[in-house]
């Protein structure tokens, strides 16, 4: 299967400062790249689709400019997570898919963040 | 709006036994279903269906979708306690919805 790195795997901010995730596909390009947050003993809950080289598209409800994604290549997408406050701490995770609708979305490790 | 709802919430079951998780979704353009295992971290991926009663196989695990039901199955046969976990199915158009995620804990 494809391998997605997601990096870092956790980390603990202050409140107010800034926190960049990255998510890699190592083995193949992925067009469009997934972030999610997931909350204790809850689903899934999707932020943002991101495709390469174009604005990312947030669901409803999801603050675009504390959240900032940007997905520069086929193999890199970042999530920026801006002025972080206790209640962004989280388990971020992304996906990503070589392309098209018929194609598996392969999973990072995932990223908890602790904001203090 | 998209909806995949999974059932039951949470299931105790010992080991050897066998167990069918249910998976039911509502998604506009629907492409594909999705079947995950979550443990600690994050999900890795079981089964992607896109064909109406053509059954998926994975050693013990098997998965097979019903389009005119809107609905999927994911059948574990002689559970074992590494399976337990939390089992989450998605719905696809261009993104994925998830369900709540189905709780399996195997008893030894």
């Known amino acids: 299967g494809a391998v997605v790195s997601q990096h870092p795997s956790w980390v603990i901010c202050k409140s107010g400062t800034s926190v960049k995730i990255e998510c890699r596909s190592l083995?193949?390009?992925?067009?469009?790249m997934f972030w999610y947050r997931q909350f204790p003993k809850q689903s899934l809950m999707l932020m943002a689709t991101?495709?390469?080289?174009?604005?990312?598209?947030?669901e409803q409800g999801v603050e675009k400019d504390k959240f900032l994604i940007n997905h520069a290549s086929l193999t890199l997408s970042t999530l920026t997570v801006t002025s972080a406050h206790p209640e962004d701490s989280s388990f971020y995770i992304c996906?990503?898919?070589?392309?098209?609708?018929?194609?598996?979305?392969?999973f990072g490790q995932g990223t908890r963040l602790t904001v203090v | 709006e998209d909806k995949v709802v999974q059932s039951p919430l949470s299931l105790v079951v010992h080991e050897g036994d066998t167990v069918t998780l249910n998976c039911s979704y509502e998604?506009?353009?629907?492409?594909?279903l999705l079947w995950y295992k979550q443990e600690k971290k994050a999900p890795t991926f079981l089964f992607m269906l896109?064909?109406?009663?053509i059954e998926k196989k994975s050693g013990r695990l098997s998965s097979i979708l019903d389009k005119k039901e809107l609905s999927s199955i994911l059948n574990i046969t002689a559970t074992q306690t590494g399976d337990s976990a939390i089992y989450l199915c998605?719905?696809?158009?261009?993104?994925?919805?998830f369900g709540d995620g189905t709780t399996l804990t195997v008893k030894p």
């Open positions: 996906s990503a898919t070589r392309g098209g609708q018929n194609t598996e979305a392969f």
């Open positions: 083995d193949f390009q992925a067009t469009t």
């Open positions: 991101s495709n390469e080289g174009s604005k990312a598209t947030y």
């Open positions: 998604v506009t353009n629907f492409r594909s």
């Open positions: 896109t064909s109406s009663g």
């Open positions: 998605a719905g696809r158009a261009g993104k994925s919805t």
